[in-house]
């Protein structure tokens, strides 16, 4: 490829910088992050007050900045978890100012740092090194590792007291395995208590302690939208906040301890909130609509009365922001960098909603259902400007999470390539509620598939230079399950369909994916396979292989533990078994040194090359190429 300027469109999209995981010092002076500007990623260091950026790391740290970084107690090192080119089965390792680098914990299986302790010897980690991802205490001084629980469901959220004695996180004891409970326990793991935060059936996580130790602020979805609540461990009593009107998240307490902030889910956007504990009134931070993020409990705090905030539009990149909780004062502290492009080369994203019943009128052709109940499903439109224009949907993975009006690479790249993209928050999706996301229990393939389908009819129907002759189909992880599902279910609506990273035969799924996916993923939506075994079959795209009518590219990366390559293999199998040649039927493609996806520079290259060259061959978009 041709160097700076002459660089390809898409190559000069794939090196624009990331930031990722900032992640505030002790003292709230330094913010260590994840930064790329070098083509490689690297940790860095940016002083909060100069905003001087200083690169620590050459090379030690992952390609992919996937998992998050945590400050040492003393503020001289940050530790990070490392990988074996994406297989996400961590280690945790520390870097000091030196650029020093030493193992911290090193186990068989995925270990993922959850706090780090006050007194400078405490690690609070969760590891599947036997199994279910349970949790782990580290002292740093002994170099002795001890196993805190032992729970046949994953503990997630895990958070030490200040003192450092005790230790809150979330688990699921019940028969219900939709429940999620918050407990507290002794710091060597005894004495658990579940406080019953919510009802069975709901999911309560724990978020931040109070600066005394003395109180929790908890997460809970009882009432249906997600609901922010300050629990007092010496009363058992539970402080709720908000008015139950929109989706909420805790974020933590503030330094006074008398105010929380959160964030607010609404019409795709993410906005903060700061809530008074004892009046419950609240105001919105004052920031341009879009979505708004923060680090890690304390470590989102800055120096001052301010906190440390990641914010992001649909046609700007992520930035860093210093914002003053007492004025309602921010400066940037690291600017969103586009490169060459500015923000209005970015199409903006059109936020609607529109109403399904789960079946489209495009005919079903794997599995026939009556209709769900009519839900309101929001989108998110991409305009490429193109008369007429391709389309691409794009499902989002999870399938709990949703799309939102972020900067999003991949859609801006789609859209250079002269697509218009369709983003579709199915039923199933986070920030509408509890009853919405279970909507997709038991019904994997099932209405929400439905809903992606309608919103491409709707579409359709909307915008008449969209061509319906060249729509597509393109997702990745649980969005690779859409793109393989739709192609097998409603191969009528699609000119190709892109499978990335994603899911085609569950049963095999259950028995090869990591622990905590198969419980917390598999079996809160489909059972288990004994439980349900014709739904697992009925459900997996590889059960319908014959209906592909359209060219398929599959990309998968081979050292995927969350979904293993074992799932494209098959299903490129089966497709061979049932007549169909590879290079004219269907093309497929092994991503080596990669994972569950990548944020490498390099990778990303790789894939949007694959894409963009795909894309123009089967579909004859006004497409970017590698030699534009």
Known sequence: MSENTDKSVLERLASLPTVAHPTASPDG???ALYYDGTGRNELHVLDAETGDLEQWSDGEVPRNARWPVAWGANGNRVFFHLDDDGDEQNDIYAIDREGGVEPVIEMDGQATLSDVGS???????????DGQMNLYRHDLSTDETTKLTDYDRAVWGAILSPDCN?????????????????????????????????????????????????????????????????????TDE??????????????????????????????????PVVYDIESGSSRELDLPEGVASFGQSSERRLSGNRVLVSHTTPTRRTELLAYDITTDDHETLLEADHGDFSTDDFADAEYFRFK??????????AVEHDPYDELEIGALFYDSDERPSPLIVNPHGGPRWRDSKSFDLYTQFLVQCGFSVL??????????????????????????????????????DTYDWIDEDRVVVFGGSYGGYSAYWQAVQYPDLYAASIAWIGLTDLHEMYETTMPHFRTELMEVNL???????DLYTERSPITHVENVDAPMFMLHGVNDRRVPVSQARLFRDALDGHGYEEGV????????????????????IRTFELLADFLDRRVEATSVTADD
């Open 119 to 129: 007194d400078g010897e405490t690690l609070l980690f969760g590891s599947s090194r």
């Open 356 to 365: 399904s019943d789960g079946v489209p009128e495009t005919p079903a052709k």
């Open 166 to 234: 005790r230790i809150a996180y979330g688990t699921n004891e019940s028969d219900d395995d939709t429940n999620f409970d918050v407990y507290v326990a002794d710091i060597d793991g005894s004495n658990p208590r579940n406080l019953d935060t919510g009802e069975t059936g709901a999911e309560s996580l724990p978020v931040d302690w109070g600066p005394e130790g003395d109180r929790l602020l908890v997460s809970d979805n009882t009432p249906d939208l997600n609901r922010c609540g300050v629990y007092d461990l010496t």
């Open 585 to 604: 039927d269907y093309e497929y493609e092994e991503l080596g040194e990669e994972g569950h996806a990548s944020s490498d520079i390099d990778q990303k």
């Open 29 to 31: 002076d330094e913010i």
């Open 423 to 460: 983003q579709v928050n199915y039923r199933g999706s986070t920030g509408r509620g509890r009853e919405f996301v279970e909507e997709l229990y038991d019904d994997w393939g099932g209405a929400e598939q439905g809903d992606v389908a309608t919103a491409v009819e709707h579409v359709l």
């Open 527 to 533: 059972g288990t396979p004994d439980e349900n075994p």
């Open 238 to 271: 539970v402080t709720w906040v908000g008015d139950g009107d929109h989706v909420e998240t805790p974020v933590s307490f503030l330094d006074d301890g008398q105010q929380i902030l959160a964030t607010r889910t609404r019409r795709a956007a993410t906005v």
